[in-house]
């Protein structure tokens, strides 16, 4: 009963390094989300999937790549660390249906990346 | 960027005590959602508001949607130390699938 996990749960950069935080879920959901959560300002959509093979830019893109490498995988890449995206780092998957249209998120439990 | 709005930004209370959050905003959502994140943890879902007006009750937390559909409370009941949690209220415009996130409420009630 895994629902969506993250790797890895820490990471330290130095300004300028490059590495990709992985998401995995496993029940089946069609949309994907990456978010970042700074103190006072709630969670932020950095990108989305909708479904496998597509992604769209959310409200705080720059500086992150996104691939949907299949129905389950949703990664996000930083090319180049900036202190700036120090964070803690979500991932999301929603269950579509349902009786609220499918806005049901499912969260995992976090990256906390830290860049020096 | 559509911004919700939540007070308080911090909440320290007695076991026992109760307390309102609040989540405002100046658009217009077809949904509200309330989460609570526990430290380490991503947030969970705790119940979604549809109708304007609507009021829900989930044991000790009571969570009404605004009649004009663009704010929302929490009123939590003698509150318990189990109760602490950063809590977030969540919007999703009309005809839209994303959330947008309000600015959230860190409760820690003191045994």
Redesign the interface.
């Known amino acids: 009963n895994a629902g969506?996990t993250q790797t890895p749960k820490f990471q330290v950069l130095k300004t300028g390094q490059s590495m990709t935080l992985q998401c995995a879920q496993d029940m089946n959901h069609n949309?994907m989300?990456w978010?970042r959560q700074d103190p006072?300002?709630?969670?932020?959509?950095i990108y989305?999937s909708?479904s496998e093979g597509t992604t769209d830019k959310?409200?705080v893109p720059n500086g992150y790549n996104v691939s949907r490498l299949n129905k389950r995988e949703f990664s996000l890449r930083l090319e180049s660390a900036a202190p700036s995206q120090t964070s803690v780092y979500?991932c999301?998957s929603?269950r579509t249906g349902g009786r609220?249209?499918?806005?049901?998120?499912y969260?995992?439990?976090?990256t906390r990346l830290s860049v020096l | 960027t559509q911004l919700l709005e939540q007070s308080p930004q911090f909440l320290s209370i007695q076991e026992g005590e109760n307390l309102t959050v609040y989540c405002n905003s100046s658009s217009v959502f077809s949904s509200l959602q309330w989460y609570r994140q526990e430290p380490g943890e991503g947030p969970v879902l705790l119940v979604t508001v549809v109708t304007g007006g609507e009021v829900k009750k989930l044991k000790r937390l009571t969570f009404q949607f605004g009649d004009a559909r663009k704010d929302s409370s929490l009123h939590i009941t003698a509150a318990q130390p189990g109760d602490t949690g950063l809590y977030l209220c969540a919007g999703v415009e009309t005809g839209a699938n994303n959330l947008f996130f309000g600015t959230g409420t860190r409760l820690t009630v003191i045994p």
């Not at chain 1, 006072?40 to 959509?45: H, S, T």
């Not at chain 1, 609220?100 to 998120?105: A, L, R, V």
């Open positions: 969506v949309s989300y978010y006072g300002m709630g969670l932020r959509l989305y909708a959310g409200e979500f999301a929603r609220f249209g499918g806005n049901i998120q969260f995992g439990a976090g």
